[in-house]
């Protein structure tokens, strides 16, 4: 098989949530069951991204999808405190949160089980999650 | 794109919820607040077979109305879920705390 790939740049918005997932939904080279797993790791990350990452500059979100003989995505972005979300990602357990009045501490954990294998890689500017179904 | 569409319906001993699209972070506040008013009163199923993402948000909400529904006596019934739905639900490692139902006759 061919390698194969799509990529988009998003800003870190909840609204393009939506187009994140249209994008997923449109990579032609998926097969149904690598869609339903990709929206669901890519869309979580996207969401934690904005939700507990900092950084100085308001740069987009990259996110690339290759076929070769897996699929491979790979989210880089720019952020201050990636070793936060590596620390959350290792202690992290669900939990009742009141002010959200729901569960949270489920999406790494949906992640890790719908994976293969995530790899975390802090480069001299950018971050990387590198996520292998 | 698509965004998220509820539509409610009762019977009698039940309200059905038939959600179309995502939850996600973007999304949920609305099925958040409609799910919780439900299950205080009455049985809720939700049919999520036209779910096209089930993020960590939404899954939270269900989680919460579960703990809602055993406090009020009443019951969660997922009917239908959709692929991406079951898979979302299997990943979190809690599926065993959800009743899925293929059929409204089953909570009759």
Partial sequence: MSRQHCRIHLAPDYANLLLLEDFIFGCPFLDESERNRAVLIVTEYFDNIISHSYSRFHCDIAISVHKDKQVRIVIRYYTHNFSEMLKAERVTLPHFDSKSDRYRGLGLRMCRNLASEIRYRKGLFKSFIIITL | ?108
């Fill in chain 2, 1 to 108: 794109m698509e965004n998220i569409t509820i539509i409610e319906k009762s019977g009698s001993n039940y309200a059905l919820l038939e959600v179309s699209g995502t939850i996600n972070s973007y999304t949920y506040t609305e099925f958040q607040d409609k799910v919780y008013a439900l299950i205080k009163n009455t049985n809720l199923v939700l049919d999520l077979s036209r779910v096209t993402n089930l993020s960590s948000s939404g899954l939270g909400v269900l989680m919460a109305a579960l703990d809602d529904g055993a406090e009020s006596g009443h019951s969660l019934y997922i009917m239908k879920p959709s692929e991406v739905v079951r898979l979302a639900v299997e990943s979190t490692g809690f599926s065993e705390m959800f009743t899925v139902i293929y059929s409204i006759t089953e909570v009759i």
